[in-house]
């Protein structure tokens, strides 16, 4: 039953449903809460939380508020992620700004990139996680690429972890460079995939309402899946 009210709220956050099925105990209420944290969308859910608390139930016609207490709670998290998506925001706006100012191009992947697709209302209460970011110059094979990316990496953090597509850097806390954006398990399909990345046209790629350039609908669709 919780499971089906969580996913209801969801619901309501994105604007496919205007009310819960049933309204939720203080219990039931405290259950949202910890679920929506164990899944990482506080501040998603409390988009919900805040459309029940202006809008009636479509059988009793009463608000299906939460507990004031965890209101506020709820609140003060959304707040948070509020302001640390701005600050991860303007740390990936200057991370391309530099990246472009050393020679690179660039692209935001997932996290800040992906929230850019969401509604403007939910858009600053996506979780934000570590800055990742597809590095690239022109006229470099796939193979050179990798190199150039992990030298340049080295400069920045002489400590800094390389793995089959990225290398880690202490920058912003963490910063994840990229020389492909995914990789697969099998090599055959890996090869053709890699392929695909290294030949796409990524001048395609547009400019994020955040000020960062991001890939495409159709270069997410591969690489994330």
Same mark, same amino acid.
């Given at each position: 039953?919780?499971?089906?009210?969580?996913?209801?709220?969801?619901? %309501?956050?994105?604007?496919?449903?205007?009310?819960?099925?049933?309204?939720?105990?203080?219990?039931?209420? @405290?259950?949202?809460?910890?679920?929506?944290?164990?899944?990482?969308?506080? @501040?998603?859910?409390?988009?919900?939380?805040?459309?029940?608390?202006?809008?009636?139930?479509?059988?009793?016609?009463?608000?299906?508020?939460? *507990?004031?207490?965890?209101?506020?709670?709820?609140? @003060?998290?959304?707040?948070?992620?509020?302001?640390?998506?701005? %600050? =991860?925001?303007?740390?990936?706006?200057?991370?391309?700004?530099?990246?472009? &100012?050393? @020679?690179?191009?660039?692209?935001?992947?997932?996290?800040?990139?992906?929230?850019?697709?969401?509604?403007?209302?939910?858009?600053?209460?996506?979780?934000?996680?570590?800055?990742? =970011?597809?590095?690239?110059?022109?006229?470099?094979?796939?193979?050179?690429?990798?190199?150039? =990316?992990?030298?340049? &990496?080295?400069?920045?953090? *002489?400590?800094?972890?390389?793995?089959?597509?990225?290398?880690? %850097?202490?920058?912003?806390?963490?910063?994840?460079?990229?020389?492909?954006?995914?990789?697969?398990?099998?090599?055959?399909?890996?090869?053709?995939?890699?392929?695909?990345?290294?030949?796409?046209?990524?001048?395609?790629?547009?400019?994020? =309402?955040?000020?960062?350039?991001?890939?495409?609908?159709?270069?997410?669709?591969?690489?994330?899946?």
């Amino acid at each position: 039953m919780i499971e089906q009210t969580f996913f209801e709220l969801i619901q %309501v956050a994105i604007g496919t449903r205007i009310c819960l099925s049933h309204t939720p105990s203080a219990d039931e209420w @405290g259950e949202l809460y910890a679920m929506a944290k164990k899944q990482s969308l506080v @501040g998603v859910c409390f988009a919900g939380v805040q459309r029940l608390a202006t809008s009636t139930g479509s059988a009793t016609e009463q608000r299906q508020e939460s *507990p004031e207490m965890l209101y506020l709670t709820w609140m @003060g998290m959304a707040a948070k992620i509020q302001q640390r998506n701005e %600050v =991860v925001n303007r740390q990936c706006a200057d991370l391309q700004t530099k990246l472009a &100012a050393d @020679g690179f191009e660039s692209c935001v992947l997932k996290g800040q990139g992906v929230a850019s697709l969401y509604s403007e209302n939910l858009r600053g209460l996506r979780q934000s996680g570590d800055i990742e =970011v597809l590095m690239w110059k022109d006229g470099l094979s796939a193979k050179e690429n990798k190199a150039t =990316v992990i030298a340049y &990496a080295k400069t920045l953090d *002489p400590e800094a972890r390389a793995s089959e597509h990225h290398i880690a %850097v202490n920058l912003y806390g963490e910063v994840e460079m990229h020389y492909s954006p995914a990789y697969l398990c099998n090599p055959f399909d890996n090869r053709k995939m890699q392929q695909w990345f290294w030949q796409y046209d990524r001048s395609k790629f547009p400019m994020s =309402v955040s000020g960062f350039v991001m890939p495409n609908a159709e270069y997410n669709l591969v690489f994330m899946l």
